[in-house]
């Protein structure tokens, strides 16, 4: 894969060749402009890359059946970097779940989109409650949490997760990881986690890609890189 700036003419990142697997925490790091948000972005199918091919199983995101990306599309989500702005200011956070059960026909019988709601609220730790408060309303940590309630109501395959616990306080950002990290192993989620945290990386992840070779993190002995 091979991926072109084309604004400027730079070359990110090429010749990559990565497979995320079922289950499996891959970590992404390297310094800022190294392209780790449009490795994500690529992996999507939100920016197509110069060369190379991207496949969701076996379609090819760029040059598949647009039916076939069109139903595979939800099960392949990204965790933004700013918990604030995912969400509408002016809605409130339960209403922002509600509509993904009901776009996505997740009600079925009478308050069965409820119940699905809660019961991903319970695992997250957050209390039902929260869903009639606005965003502003919540901590940065629950508000995260809450957009990561609203990617699990559709039991996605593949999560981006771009520098998820950045915008966090110390406190809570363990939290949030240990979360992304049990999500891989208990709903077979392949999850690539960015962060510039080599030594978080190296805790929860079972691989770690390292954009830029040049950039020297120290990496510690017993740390393995795709490049």
């Avoid at 559709?154 to 950045?166: C, M, V, Y």
Wanted: with cysteine; hydrophobic share 40%.
């Amino acid at each position: 894969m091979t991926v072109v700036l084309k604004r400027f003419e730079q070359c990110l990142f090429s010749g990559l060749n990565l497979e995320v697997r079922s289950c499996e925490l891959i970590g992404l790091t390297g310094p800022s402009g190294s392209g780790k948000t449009t490795l994500g972005n690529v992996l999507l199918g939100l920016k197509r890359p110069v060369a190379g091919r991207v496949f969701w199983t076996d379609t090819d995101v760029y040059t598949g059946s647009p039916s076939t990306i069109k139903s595979l599309r939800p099960l392949y989500q990204k965790l933004y970097q700013d918990p604030v702005a995912s969400f509408y200011p002016g809605q409130k956070v339960g209403q922002a779940l509600y509509d993904v059960v009901r776009y996505h026909g997740l009600n079925g019988l009478a308050d069965h989109g409820h119940r699905i709601i809660e019961n991903i609220l319970k695992r997250l730790g957050l209390c039902p409650d929260l869903l009639d408060r606005f965003p502003h309303q919540l901590s940065g940590g629950e508000l995260q949490r809450m957009a990561l309630a609203r990617i699990l109501l559709i039991k996605p395959r593949f999560i981006f997760a771009d520098e998820p616990t950045s915008r966090l306080d110390l406190s809570v950002q363990a939290h949030v990881i240990r979360f992304i990290a049990e999500l891989a192993e208990k709903d077979q989620i392949g999850i690539l986690l960015v962060s510039h945290d080599l030594e978080l990386l190296s805790a929860v992840c079972h691989r770690i890609l390292i954009l830029n070779p040049a950039f020297d993190l120290n990496r510690p002995a017993g740390i393995k890189t795709c490049l």
